[in-house]
């Protein structure tokens, strides 16, 4: 990563000198597409800009996808959504090189543009390249690498780019879950992600994945000075391949079996306890202390970060903030009757839940439904326990 920024800041100093000039006839634009790798945060893929111009011995990639670990505050930040992204620019070689060693394949569209229209996408990137132009802040929705790329070909070539336009009938949460193979992840995701991920995407905000950046420019046109419509991309290749094999996905141990399985078994306990007539107090605080305990993550997520995509989160109806005090309240049998009364709302509000499950706002992942089932569960036990107490 150091690397990447010493090499930024030497080729930033050259590009003072080069932006003066104008690119030779025989420049190219390009745009790179980077398949997923292993790691969570390439799972996505990536987008970049190269700049070739022989003549003046440019070959630059602009890359929207860096961050500076030495920042201050580097992990606070990142968690609470403020943490800036940077446009790096590195040689093509470096760049080639780095995606080699990380055996994912690279795609590469050369544009078919203007020499006036090469000119502008150059001289906006050398802008933006500067230290007080580079910075941004990084939504992974609406504002990353892919769709950096997308708005300097929007707002550069303005009229005379046509991209597709269509509804795609699909959401964000759809297109992330595509690339997610994991279901214990993908639960994870669907936890933290509110009704902005149930959004209906066209075929530009969809450009947040740099697949779609890869399939609109393939199908975009170039009006030319003059009026000459032509398609935008004149050639298209792989400058590496690497056939990554399907990695393997377990259903046995999705969290839907899993957690039906606790249901099972929180059914088969709370059934003992109603014979012998004794209950399992350490079961009632640990299953509400965990259960609050991530509703008031969510919560924090929402009222005390700056990721939207994790406001107004529907899954705190089920992980209840207030369950953390409530685990601590049904441990004290001289409040037994304040205990009684809650749990007697909350067993109705858990069954009610379930059965609107469908119809709610922001789609949950489905494995929540056992979840709300098990509260339902004992929030009946410790109901039934103190009414005949």
Known sequence: MKKIFVIAWVLVAMLSTYAQHLLSPDAQISVFTILPGDELYTKFGHSAIRVKDTEHNIDWVFNYGTFDFNTPHFYLKFVRGRLNYML???????????YRYEKRSTYEQV?????????????????????????????????NCATRVRDVLVNELEDSLILPKEDLHTTFRREISRYINNQWLMFGINLLIGPRGDRKLDMYTAMFLPDYVDSALARAYILHPGGQKKPLVKKAHFIYKFNRPSPGNNPWYSPLVVFSLLLIIIVV??????????????LDVSLFALYGLVGMILLGMWLLTDHKVAQNNWNIAWAF???????????????????????????????????????????????????????????????????NA
């Open 88 to 98: 790096s620019v590195q040689t093509y070689q470096s760049f080639y090189n780095e």
């Open 269 to 282: 306990v709370s059934l003992h306890e109603a014979r012998v007539k004794k209950r399992l107090a350490w």
């Open 321 to 387: 903030p207030l369950h953390l005090i409530y685990a601590f309240l049904v441990a004290k049998p001289r409040l037994g009757r304040l205990a009684g009364q809650y749990a007697n709302f909350f067993r109705y509000y858990y069954l009610t839940l379930v059965l609107l499950f469908p119809f709610l706002p922001q789609q949950l992942d489905f494995a929540t439904v056992p979840l709300m089932l098990i509260m339902f569960v004992r929030f009946h036990q410790i109901w039934k326990f103190y009414k």
């Open 111 to 143: 544009l078919d543009l203007a020499p006036g229209q090469k000119e502008r996408i150059f001289k906006f990137l050398w802008w933006n390249a500067q230290p007080e132009n580079r910075y941004y802040l990084y939504d992974f929705l609406y504002d």
